[in-house]
């Protein structure tokens, strides 16, 4: 159906007043139209700014880059290409709050994995358990500690990764890197770790995380950034480029900022849309990205820059479903909020910059 701005505007007024239980079929309509609508024209502009980008390169069709394709992180290719990424859990503790974290304003209360374990595919193993593991399981192309801040207690995490390095396991480890020392990071590679994403926006660019990068290229294979594409990390990372391009870093990927219950109240009244209605993002996330990698590709930085977008995202649940065996076209990419927020697209509608796609091609020459 077709759906003008203003109606959509009326109608999500409503909806935000609304139990998810009292809306109906014809009211779920008009707002699978308006969502439609907005992220039409997201994807309209978004397109632009990729026709901007001389050499932008894909990875079979799930997602985009620019840059040295031999410096593309393993680990992006095992979520993307391989049988997945499966994460390890251990450190259910983090020393820094960010607004955009998925666990904001909650940090004091993550259930401990377990004195002495570890949590894989959901399930709670001991170190000693890992060998039985391993001699069951076909073995993954790669695995991702994630949950926190690993470098809270880095030390239990050497012989860990000695053992999926023995077994030819890609692995990567995500940090704030303000814990980092040229010690513990010495001792990751000497363990086998592949690859580390440092989050640098988490400490706002910090000289120090940057500096922690540097050391970090001594010991271990893969170095890059990881972070959540913001209009503050976008300033500050130009403001300090050089110093960054000088650690000799690997890649930077650049995540498409998605909210959930505990962040997206951080960001109310940007301008936001839901991508196949599963991720809501605000819309500035990715065209930053894009912007950021222009630049790089502009600049023929030796490196490889990631858009590591919802669509990226929606072809990461799409490879790990079709690996795992699961019916065609099942995946795990879903909406993370169980009643979606109606008011939080209330400012886009109220935009009188943003127009749905039908007056954007009027204005722009289209049909």
Same mark, same amino acid.
């Given at each position: ?17 609304? &139990?998810?239980?009292? #809306? ?6 008009? =707002? ?9 024209? =997201?994807?309209? +502009?978004?397109?632009? !700014?990729?026709?901007?980008? *001389? ?27 391989? /049988? ?6 251990? /450190? ?12 904001? @304003?909650? #940090? ?14 959901? /399930? ?11 001699? =069951? ?30 077994? @030819? ?7 704030? @890197? ?36 540097? =050391?970090?290229? *001594? ?37 498409? !900022? ?27 996330? +990715? ?28 072809? +990461? ?5 079709? *690996? ?14 169980? *009643? ?5 697209? !209330?400012?886009?509608?109220?935009? &009188?910059?943003?127009?749905? !796609? ?10």
């Amino acid at each position: 159906m077709k759906i003008s701005k203003n109606d959509a505007l009326v109608w999500f007024d409503f909806f935000s007043q609304l &139990d998810e239980e009292e #809306l109906s079929t014809k009211h779920k309509e008009i =707002i699978y139209a308006t969502f439609a609508q907005i992220e039409a024209a =997201i994807d309209y +502009r978004n397109d632009r !700014l990729m026709s901007e980008i *001389k050499n932008l390169k894909n990875l079979d069709n799930r997602t985009y880059f620019v840059g040295n394709e031999k410096k593309f992180p393993g680990g992006c290719r095992s979520c993307l290409l391989g /049988t997945g990424l499966s994460a390890i859990r251990k /450190t259910n503790k983090c020393n820094i709050e960010c607004k955009f974290c998925y666990n904001y @304003g909650e #940090l004091e209360d993550i259930p401990p994995i377990g004195e002495g374990m570890w949590e894989i595919g959901g /399930t709670k193993f001991y170190e000693k358990d890992l060998d039985l593991l391993l001699s =069951i399981y076909q073995k993954p192309t790669g695995i991702a500690y994630v949950y926190l801040e690993p470098f809270m207690e880095i030390e239990k995490y050497y012989p860990v990764i000695k053992k999926f390095s023995d077994a @030819g396991i890609h692995q990567h480890l995500y940090t704030n @890197g303000t814990l980092a020392t040229e010690e513990n990071l010495k001792a990751l590679g000497e363990a086998g770790l592949d690859e580390i994403r440092f989050n640098l926006g988490a400490t706002n660019c910090s000289d120090k995380v940057i500096e922690n990068i540097g =050391i970090a290229k *001594k010991y271990i294979k893969s170095v890059g950034i990881e972070t959540p594409m913001t209009p503050e990390f976008f300033e500050k990372f130009f403001e300090k480029k050089q110093s960054i391009l000088d650690t000799k870093l690997d890649f930077i990927n650049c995540a498409e !900022l998605h909210l959930n219950e505990n962040n997206i109240d951080n960001y109310y009244g940007e301008n936001m849309y839901i991508s196949r209605h599963g991720y809501i993002s605000p819309i500035w996330s +990715r065209e930053l990205t894009l912007k950021f990698m222009k630049i790089a590709d502009g600049e023929n930085w030796d490196l490889a820059v990631h858009d590591c977008s919802n669509y990226t995202k929606f072809a +990461r649940g799409l490879n790990l479903s079709s *690996k795992s065996g699961m019916w065609f076209g099942a995946s795990n990419y879903a909406c993370e909020f169980p *009643k979606i927020p109606y008011e939080v697209f !209330l400012p886009i509608l109220n935009d &009188d910059s943003f127009e749905f !796609l039908r007056l954007l091609l009027k204005y722009c020459g289209g049909n």
